[in-house]
């Protein structure tokens, strides 16, 4: 007994020890895997170069990041719809938190940094085969892959979904899951824009999960109504059909069918729906921060996401640094300003009226540098006195451009040329300002009839408060040539209907955020784009934008580009004022902002480099 014992005894030690070793080589296993997903997962080619903003050694940053604390902005308005293909979106900055892009762009905006894409190759002009990163996650825990790709952009070219991005992706005819990360794009024509359009709204990747909910509710409110609607009718032929009647009989059998079809139909909807919060509401993505609030007109609070893939892919899982951020909608710039020297946000965009009244400070960082926005004076071009180009001309040398940039940026601003900006790719570097030049301008008129003088119509928006004072200044440099411009302040919705309608002479124009040079190109002088409506008819322009579609090497591309903004500078379709300079400022604890690496690679560097508090705090 005593044996058998001492055997049962041993063979429990040898189970116990098994199951031991066995659990421990799981947990290294399980560690060792955690270790290897922290390592960095990027691969360079030729092809595809290492992007130089693309190192996080301590040259650049010599202080080590220290996790914790709550990011606290101030924004003027609060995000608006957070699902990025609906409209009104008022802050891009929030989007991008939530969401990553198929491609981003570099510090000449080029879309050429893999991102969720991890490399891409045109077979033809008219086909691209793309490759997508394994083993990320969206917010939900749904995975992203190649069929989320797919559902995403077949929802923004369905009209029922609202994607003011629709027309954006026009040139897609159709799409083809090759495998789980492989995704093949048909277009109908040769499209040269493709990846700088993916790296705008559209390629700005949402859960495929949540918006096949979002399907799923709005089906489900039309159905709710569909079904009241029809249980109603059934009840009124069900009491006909009980006074008999062959014909009121079978109506009501039929609209009873219909109606168990329709329920059937609302109890699908509702059970994909179940639970779910409209992606307006409720963004989901997979990017460095999740929705944790969401107060319409007060606030958004966003929490880490703890599963980004990007930290976890160069071997730092513990970005970003801070446990969250904090906007709070504060309209007024005073009390932003006030709010941000009172220690209540940690970051503050300035307006260079503000930057003169913190330049002084102690405890405080300031950084400016060149933007990609531009502000310009669009001419209707096709009628009315600015149909003469020495109409144009007069008023283009009549202005002060570098007077504008000093007397309402306070120097913070480069006086314009043409259309893109100097970061951006498409500058064409061998055209200058166009000169001011009052006698010239007085001559110009004379020559076009209007030795005299002339009233022209216009107007421009009704904030910022330095957009009022350029109109201003404005109003009274074309004054010293006897041009008197009547314009009117307006606010967005009455500016698009202005434009619309042509209810104008000479008004604001310009473009926020150049990145995809046909979207700003073909918005503005092709004859479909949205804020032409019939102001320029430029035959060369129109040719020469087709060709820059169709040029998939982006140094034959540019060309392309210099071209179109050498007719456009010799034709004077606008008067090109300046490009924008943005100013930050941010209290000293907050660390890891470097400049030139900023310059290197914008918001694809500032993204994928994150700030932190020096201890941990606000």
């Given at each position: 007994?005593?044996?058998?014992?001492?055997?049962?005894?041993?063979?429990?030690?040898?189970?116990?020890?098994?199951?031991?070793?066995?659990?421990?080589?799981?947990?290294?296993?399980?560690?060792?895997?955690?270790?290897?997903?922290?390592?960095?997962?990027?691969?360079?080619?030729?092809?595809?170069?290492?992007?130089?903003?693309?190192?996080?050694?301590?040259?650049?940053?010599?202080?080590?990041p220290?996790?914790?604390?709550?990011?606290?902005?101030?924004?003027?308005?609060?995000?608006?719809?957070m699902?990025?293909?609906?409209?009104?979106?008022?802050?891009?900055?929030?989007?991008?938190?939530i969401?990553?892009?198929?491609?981003?762009?570099?510090?000449?905006?080029k879309?050429?940094?893999?991102?969720?894409?991890?490399?891409?190759?045109y077979?033809?002009?008219?086909?691209?085969?793309?490759?997508?990163?394994?083993?990320?996650?969206?917010?939900?825990?749904?995975?992203?892959?190649?069929?989320?790709?797919?559902?995403?952009?077949?929802?923004?070219?369905?009209?029922?979904?609202?994607?003011?991005?629709?027309?954006?992706?026009?040139?897609?005819?159709?799409?083809?899951?090759?495998?789980?990360?492989?995704?093949?794009?048909?277009?109908?024509?040769?499209?040269?824009?493709?990846?700088?359009?993916?790296?705008?709204?559209?390629?700005?990747?949402?859960?495929?999960?949540?918006?096949?909910?979002?399907?799923?509710?709005?089906?489900?409110?039309?159905?709710?109504?569909?079904?009241?609607?029809?249980?109603?009718?059934?009840?009124?032929?069900?009491?006909?059909?009980?006074?008999?009647?062959?014909?009121?009989?079978?109506?009501?059998?039929?609209?009873?069918?219909?109606?168990?079809?329709?329920?059937?139909?609302?109890?699908?909807?509702?059970?994909?729906?179940?639970?779910?919060?409209?992606?307006?509401?409720?963004?989901?993505?997979?990017?460095?921060?999740?929705?944790?609030?969401?107060?319409?007109?007060n606030?958004?609070?966003?929490?880490?996401?703890?599963?980004?893939?990007?930290?976890?892919?160069?071997?730092?899982?513990?970005m970003?640094?801070?446990?969250?951020?904090?906007?709070?909608?504060?309209?007024?710039?005073?009390?932003?300003l006030?709010?941000?020297?009172?220690?209540?946000?940690?970051?503050?965009?300035?307006?260079?009226?503000?930057?003169?009244?913190?330049?002084?400070?102690?405890?405080?960082?300031?950084?400016?540098?060149?933007?990609?926005?531009?502000?310009?004076?669009?001419?209707?071009?096709?009628?009315?006195?600015?149909?003469?180009?020495?109409?144009?001309?007069?008023?283009?040398?009549?202005?002060?451009?570098?007077?504008?940039?000093?007397?309402?940026?306070?120097?913070?601003?480069?006086?314009?040329?043409?259309l893109?900006?100097?970061?951006?790719?498409?500058?064409?570097?061998?055209?200058k300002?166009?000169?001011?030049?009052?006698?010239?301008?007085?001559?110009?008129?004379?020559?076009?009839?209007?030795?005299?003088?002339?009233?022209?119509?216009?107007?421009?928006?009704?904030s910022?408060?330095?957009?009022?004072?350029?109109?201003?200044?404005?109003?009274?440099?074309?004054?010293k040539?006897?041009?008197?411009?009547?314009?009117?302040?307006?606010?967005?919705?009455?500016?698009?209907?202005?434009?619309?309608?042509?209810?104008?002479?000479?008004?604001?124009?310009?473009?926020?955020?150049?990145?995809?040079?046909?979207?700003?190109?073909?918005?503005?002088?092709?004859?479909?784009?949205?804020?032409?409506?019939?102001?320029?008819?430029?035959?060369?322009?129109?040719?020469?934008?087709?060709?820059?579609?169709?040029?998939?090497?982006?140094?034959?591309?540019?060309?392309?580009?210099?071209?179109?903004?050498?007719?456009?500078?010799?034709?004077?379709?606008?008067?090109?004022?300046?490009?924008?300079?943005?100013?930050?400022?941010?209290?000293?604890?907050?660390?890891?902002?470097?400049?030139?690496?900023y310059?290197?690679?914008?918001?694809?560097?500032?993204?994928?480099?994150?700030?932190?508090?020096?201890?941990?705090?606000?």
């Open positions: 007994m005593k044996t058998k014992t001492r055997n049962w005894i041993r063979l429990g030690m040898v189970v116990f020890f098994l199951f031991f070793f066995l659990l421990l080589a799981w947990a290294w296993t399980g560690t060792a895997a955690d270790k290897a997903s922290e390592k960095p997962t990027w691969v360079w080619s030729e092809k595809f170069p290492k992007p130089s903003w693309f190192k996080w050694g301590q040259e650049n940053i010599p202080a080590k220290v996790r914790g604390g709550y990011y606290r902005e101030a924004t003027s308005a609060y995000i608006g719809l699902n990025p293909n609906h409209w009104p979106i008022n802050n891009w900055g929030s989007i991008d938190q969401y990553d892009s198929l491609t981003r762009t570099d510090g000449e905006l879309p050429t940094v893999p991102w969720l894409a991890e490399s891409w190759e077979t033809s002009p008219q086909t691209v085969i793309m490759k997508f990163k394994k083993g990320i996650k969206f917010s939900d825990g749904s995975p992203f892959n190649a069929e989320v790709v797919k559902y995403q952009m077949e929802w923004i070219k369905d009209r029922k979904n609202g994607a003011f991005s629709k027309a954006w992706l026009d040139p897609i005819i159709s799409m083809e899951v090759i495998d789980e990360y492989t995704l093949k794009w048909n277009f109908d024509r040769a499209w040269a824009g493709f990846l700088g359009t993916i790296a705008y709204p559209p390629g700005k990747i949402v859960s495929a999960k949540a918006l096949k909910a979002d399907v799923a509710l709005m089906k489900a409110k039309k159905l709710e109504g569909r079904v009241k609607t029809a249980r109603k009718k059934l009840t009124k032929a069900e009491k006909k059909a009980e006074k008999g009647g062959e014909k009121a009989v079978k109506k009501a059998e039929k609209l009873k069918k219909n109606l168990v079809k329709l329920e059937k139909e609302l109890a699908k909807a509702q059970a994909v729906s179940k639970g779910a919060i409209p992606v307006d509401k409720h963004g989901v993505g997979t990017g460095r921060y999740r929705v944790e609030e969401a107060r319409p007109g606030y958004l609070k966003l929490k880490r996401n703890p599963d980004w893939w990007f930290g976890k892919s160069i071997g730092k899982p513990e970003p640094y801070f446990d969250g951020r904090i906007q709070t909608v504060i309209p007024d710039p005073t009390i932003r006030a709010n941000f020297r009172a220690g209540k946000i940690d970051v503050l965009w300035l307006s260079p009226e503000q930057h003169k009244l913190l330049k002084n400070e102690p405890k405080i960082k300031i950084y400016h540098f060149r933007g990609n926005s531009m502000l310009a004076l669009k001419f209707k071009t096709t009628k009315g006195p600015c149909k003469d180009i020495r109409v144009r001309k007069a008023i283009s040398h009549a202005i002060d451009r570098q007077a504008i940039v000093d007397g309402a940026l306070f120097g913070f601003g480069e006086v314009a040329s043409c893109f900006p100097t970061v951006h790719w498409c500058h064409n570097p061998d055209l300002p166009v000169a001011y030049d009052l006698e010239l301008s007085k001559k110009l008129l004379a020559e076009a009839g209007y030795e005299k003088g002339l009233t022209i119509k216009g107007y421009m928006g009704n910022p408060a330095a957009i009022r004072t350029i109109a201003e200044i404005l109003k009274n440099m074309l004054v040539v006897n041009i008197d411009w009547q314009y009117d302040l307006l606010d967005p919705a009455a500016t698009d209907d202005r434009s619309k309608n042509l209810e104008y002479d000479f008004a604001q124009g310009g473009w926020p955020y150049i990145q995809e040079p046909d979207l700003c190109v073909s918005g503005q002088y092709a004859p479909e784009g949205n804020w032409n409506s019939g102001r320029s008819n430029n035959e060369a322009v129109i040719r020469l934008i087709q060709k820059g579609r169709e040029k998939t090497d982006m140094t034959k591309r540019r060309k392309m580009y210099y071209k179109i903004e050498e007719l456009l500078y010799d034709n004077y379709e606008d008067a090109w004022l300046f490009y924008s300079m943005g100013i930050m400022a941010l209290k000293e604890n907050v660390m890891g902002f470097n400049k030139e690496m310059e290197l690679g914008r918001d694809s560097y500032s993204d994928t480099h994150p700030l932190w508090f020096r201890e941990g705090r606000p």
